[in-house]
C-alpha cells in the first residue's frame, strides 16, 4: 500500500477523480456554494488525513499539476481573442474598473488588518488575493510574504466571487454582460473567469482581459505600499 504512495500517478489521479466528481455534484444539485473547487479541496484533506499522507508527500506527488498552472492561465486568452472588438469599445471602461478593483483590494486588505491587529507580514501575503495565482506569489515573494497563505487567500477569493458575484448581479437586476466579465475577472481571477465563461462568451472573454490587467495593477500599486 505505502508503494502506492510513491509514485506521482497515485496522487495526480486522485484529484482528478475527486475533482470529477465534484463537478458531477454540482450538475446534479445545482448549488452555486457546491463549487467543484471547495469540494474537492475538502474531500482531499479528509482523504489524505484518513490515509494519514503527509502534505509534503502529496505537494511533490502533485507537482506536475502545479507546473501547468501557468499554460492553463494563458490559455483564457483564446475567449478575449474571440471577443477583441467588444473588448476595445470598452478599453476606458475596462482600465478605469480594472484599476478601480486592484486599488480597493490592497486598500481593503490593507485597512482590514490593521483593525484586526495582523502583522504586517501577513498582510503583504494578502495583498496579492484577488490575481490569478502565478501573478499573486510572484508579487508575495517580492514582498517577503508567505506563497502558503496567499495561495489560500487566492482560492478562498476565487470561490467567494465565483458564487456572490453572479448572485448579486442577479438580485440588483444587471444585465450587462461587460459589467458582469470585468467583475468576475477582477475580483475573482481565474476562478471568476471560468465561471463567466459558462454564463457566455463574451463575459468570459472580458474576464480573461480583466485578470492580466488587474494583475498588471496589482504588481505596480503593491511597489508604493
Request: glycine letters at 8%; aromatic letters at 6%.
Amino acid at each position: 500500500m505505502k508503494d502506492l504512495f510513491q509514485g506521482p500517478f497515485f496522487f495526480i489521479g486522485l484529484c482528478l477523480i475527486v475533482y470529477l466528481l465534484a463537478c458531477r455534484l454540482q450538475r446534479r444539485t445545482r448549488q452555486a456554494w457546491l463549487n467543484p473547487l471547495l469540494v474537492s479541496i475538502v474531500s482531499l484533506i479528509g482523504i489524505l488525513s484518513l490515509l494519514k499522507i503527509p502534505y509534503a508527500q502529496f505537494k511533490e506527488g502533485t507537482s506536475a499539476i502545479a507546473m501547468m498552472l501557468t499554460p492553463a492561465t494563458c490559455v483564457l486568452a483564446v475567449p478575449m481573442v474571440n471577443q477583441r472588438k467588444i473588448l476595445k469599445q470598452n478599453l476606458t471602461a475596462i482600465l478605469i474598473g480594472t484599476f478601480l478593483g486592484a486599488l480597493t483590494s490592497i486598500l481593503s486588505v490593507t485597512f482590514l488588518c490593521r483593525i484586526l491587529g495582523l502583522n504586517d507580514l501577513i498582510t503583504r501575503s494578502l495583498l496579492p488575493k484577488s490575481v490569478t495565482t502565478p501573478i499573486a506569489v510572484s508579487v508575495c515573494e517580492v514582498n517577503g510574504g508567505l506563497p502558503a497563505v496567499t495561495v489560500t487567500a487566492v482560492i478562498i477569493t476565487g470561490i467567494l466571487g465565483s458564487i456572490v458575484i453572479p448572485l448579486l448581479f442577479h438580485k440588483l437586476k444587471i444585465k450587462n454582460s461587460v459589467a458582469l466579465g470585468i467583475t468576475m475577472g477582477t475580483a475573482s481571477h481565474a476562478m471568476g473567469t471560468s465561471k463567466a465563461i459558462e454564463i457566455g462568451e463574451q463575459e468570459g472573454g472580458l474576464a480573461g482581459l480583466a485578470i492580466g490587467i488587474t494583475g498588471i495593477f496589482t504588481v505596480i500599486l503593491s511597489l508604493f505600499l
